[in-house]
């Protein structure tokens, strides 16, 4: 299997796996539990999050291992939304419309119980603060904005928004699952009170991840999430899954600059290669990170694409349409490049991890002429004979 989507999920690194599987055996001791084996086993967690802490240069921030990101970012808006109207600080978030259904899903439910939402659409391919400002007004509580979009690899200017959101709103969400796995990410430099994380997209399991908090205000206390033994300082009971905390914190320590280095070099061998043999392509989006590269190309239903480089093993996803096994169109496409409905149905999202080689981009490549081909000599064999 040629397995180019890492953005929707990674392999588990062997490394990891090997973490994991020495605590399943090893370490099933409760940490809740008083005896020696117990105590050490709370102790591996509360070191496992200060290293993770360290590796994502967060280190004054809490940080609560969740079951994933889509727990953590549902965590971060409802609490903090919450909070700050209880507060009486007001009713209004402005969030981009390119969010993951895991924010957008909340803000649409936030919705229904007295909040106002802001969505931000991207103008010239991209989002500024005087977008985020123009759109605050003194209801506003707070900022909602993902560091790297899942479909097209868009890096969103969160440092320049974090260096003035505090001046403009009482908190400030990040969603940083797509940032992790490839070299080093500093979180401070970006200045939020909240950010996600979900270790399968950077080669730990699902059912793992984490929620940093560090608010501005001190009246604006996490919210407990789960109530029930007070594990996780009495936020988020339920007791805890060390073998993938563990798991997680060798994945962070894992990611290094040469995953970085690896996948750049693929983004632009790929290009590189379409040019060369001629193929039309466009890359969707701005600012992209190397590691997601969504492409358009004309004339190419993707559809058709997808079927064909799954019929040759090759794991891929669509750029829009049918994402999850729907027929919605994407809303990010449709953010970026509104009124272009081809661009929809012709577009395709290919994701690198650090185990993929140029020797699969080729045999992608292979059978994206494959599909020209074959087009091609349908629309003749098609054409009325004289
Ligand atoms: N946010 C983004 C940007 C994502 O790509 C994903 C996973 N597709 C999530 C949140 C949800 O993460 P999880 O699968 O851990 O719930």
């Not at 991207?122 to 500024?128: A, K, R």
């Not at 699952?177 to 399991?205: C, I, M, R, W």
């Not at 339920?238 to 290094?256: D, M, Q, R, S, V």
Request: charged content about 20%.
């Amino acid at each position: 299997m040629i397995y180019l989507d890492n953005a929707a999920t990674t392999p588990v690194d062997p490394e990891v796996a090997n973490v994991i599987h020495e605590a399943l055996l090893e370490n099933y001791y409760n940490p809740s539990s008083v005896y020696q084996a117990g105590k050490k086993n709370k102790h591996l967690i509360n070191q496992a999050r200060q290293q993770i802490k360290e590796l994502i240069h967060l280190p004054k921030a809490d940080l609560y291992f969740t079951s994933g990101a889509t727990e953590a970012n549902n965590w971060a808006i409802l609490s903090q939304a919450k909070k700050a109207k209880a507060l009486g600080y007001g009713h209004h978030i402005v969030a981009t419309a390119i969010e993951h259904p895991s924010v957008l899903e909340v803000l649409k439910y936030l919705e229904t119980q007295g909040f106002d939402i802001t969505y931000l659409k991207p103008h010239d391919l991209n989002f500024s603060i005087e977008q985020f400002i123009a759109a605050t007004t003194p209801q506003t509580i707070g900022w909602v904005a993902m560091l790297v979009n899942n479909e097209l690899g868009a890096r969103l200017p969160i440092e320049e928004l974090g260096k003035i959101a505090k001046d403009h709103v009482k908190w400030f969400h990040v969603d940083a699952v797509q940032a992790f796995g490839h070299g080093k990410v500093d979180l401070e430099a970006l200045n939020a009170t909240s950010y996600s994380a979900s270790g399968h997209k950077l080669g730990a399991p699902k059912g793992i991840g984490f929620l940093a908090y560090q608010p501005w205000d001190e009246k604006m206390t996490l919210q407990p999430l789960l109530h029930g033994g007070g594990q996780e300082a009495g936020l988020r009971s339920g007791t805890e899954n060390l073998p993938y905390i563990l798991g997680l914190t060798k994945a962070f320590e894992l990611a290094n600059q040469a995953n970085l280095d690896n996948v750049s070099e693929l983004a632009s061998y790929l290009m590189n290669q379409l040019k060369q043999k001629g193929i039309q392509f466009e890359r969707n989006g701005a600012h992209q990170v190397p590691y997601i590269v969504n492409l358009y190309f004309p004339n190419i239903d993707a559809s058709q694409l997808l079927v064909q480089t799954d019929l040759a093993n090759i794991a891929i996803s669509a750029g829009s349409a049918c994402s999850a096994g729907s027929l919605e169109l994407s809303h990010v496409l449709s953010a970026y490049y509104p009124n272009d409905d081809k661009r929809h149905h012709q577009s395709i999202r290919l994701s690198f991890g650090k185990q993929n080689t140029k020797e699969e981009i080729d045999t992608f490549i292979q059978q994206l002429i494959n599909l020209k081909e074959r087009t091609k000599q349908l629309w003749h064999s098609q054409q009325p004979q004289h």
